[in-house]
């Protein structure tokens, strides 16, 4: 049965869709409305995304750590539970991005020109990275234990597509964006901070369900 997968399936697509915003808006963001000048050098615009893949390598053995450490103490957390968890973390970057926005368009409309700080983008990056700590392994895991032995390679796919999906909308969302339009900023921060949370929600009501499922589940 691969009925969990497909659940599975939609909420990786919608935390994928924020999270590849990097190399869109959140990368527009920080070329237009980041200072980032350190010591009066500039940092490169693209240097900003790697600090999420810092995160993911030196925070990695810390979530597999807290994984097995509840596990050893029956307080083990479902793949539903972690994605819930992953798709509210995704949700806090883009709430940070809303505030960062904002404080830009306060200086715009008292004439300014202002850029925020890069701890704004940090701060955001951090939090994504958090959540495709609790969503990414855990997705990855559930698709091979939970398929039938004979579809785990379609399975791994399926949970690839997701990827390819989210890259997908995040594109069509974040490319559509105008740097010179700065009021649209705080609009698409926000809706994609709203999409997050009410998948949160959706996926945290259906924790029980999908659990069910998951135990009567049997790999054939």
Same mark, same amino acid.
């Given at each position: +049965?691969?009925?969990?997968?497909?659940?599975?399936?939609?909420?990786?697509?919608?935390?994928?869709?924020?999270?590849?915003?990097? &190399?869109?808006?959140?990368?527009?963001?920080?070329?237009?409305?980041?200072? *980032?000048?350190?010591?009066?050098?500039?940092?490169?615009?693209?240097?900003?995304?790697?600090?999420?893949?810092?995160?993911?390598?030196?925070?990695? &053995?810390?979530?597999?750590?807290?994984?097995?450490?509840?596990?050893? +103490?029956?307080?083990?957390?479902?793949?539903?539970?972690?994605?819930?968890?992953?798709?509210?973390?995704?949700?806090?970057?883009?709430?940070?991005?809303?505030?960062?926005?904002?404080?830009?368009?306060?200086?715009?409309?008292?004439?300014?020109?202002?850029?925020?700080?890069?701890?704004?983008?940090?701060?955001?990056?951090?939090?994504?990275?958090?959540?495709?700590?609790?969503?990414?392994?855990?997705?990855?895991?559930?698709?091979?234990?939970?398929?039938?032995? +004979?579809?785990?390679?379609?399975?791994?796919?399926?949970?690839?597509?997701?990827?390819?999906?989210?890259?997908?909308?995040?594109?069509?969302?974040?490319?559509?964006?105008?740097?010179?339009?700065?009021?649209?900023?705080?609009?698409?921060?926000? *809706?994609?901070?709203?999409?997050?949370?009410?998948?949160?929600?959706?996926?945290?009501?259906?924790?029980?369900?999908? *659990? +069910?499922?998951?135990?009567?589940?049997?790999?054939?």
């Amino acid at each position: +049965r691969v009925d969990e997968n497909k659940v599975l399936f939609v909420f990786a697509t919608i935390f994928w869709a924020g999270f590849e915003q990097a &190399p869109t808006s959140l990368n527009l963001f920080a070329h237009d409305f980041t200072d *980032r000048m350190v010591f009066g050098w500039e940092v490169p615009t693209l240097w900003l995304q790697s600090a999420e893949s810092f995160f993911v390598i030196t925070l990695a &053995p810390v979530f597999a750590w807290i994984w097995v450490a509840l596990a050893r +103490r029956n307080h083990d957390l479902s793949s539903p539970t972690k994605f819930a968890i992953g798709l509210a973390l995704a949700g806090l970057s883009f709430v940070v991005m809303v505030m960062a926005s904002h404080h830009v368009m306060a200086g715009a409309a008292a004439g300014q020109t202002v850029r925020v700080s890069m701890w704004w983008l940090v701060i955001c990056y951090m939090l994504q990275a958090f959540g495709e700590l609790s969503l990414s392994p855990v997705g990855l895991s559930s698709m091979t234990k939970l398929a039938p032995r +004979r579809f785990v390679g379609q399975m791994m796919g399926v949970w690839f597509m997701a990827d390819a999906l989210g890259n997908l909308i995040a594109g069509l969302v974040g490319g559509h964006v105008n740097p010179n339009n700065l009021s649209e900023m705080p609009v698409l921060f926000g *809706r994609t901070s709203i999409a997050l949370f009410v998948a949160t929600l959706i996926c945290g009501a259906l924790v029980i369900p999908i *659990r +069910r499922m998951m135990s009567e589940s049997a790999p054939m």
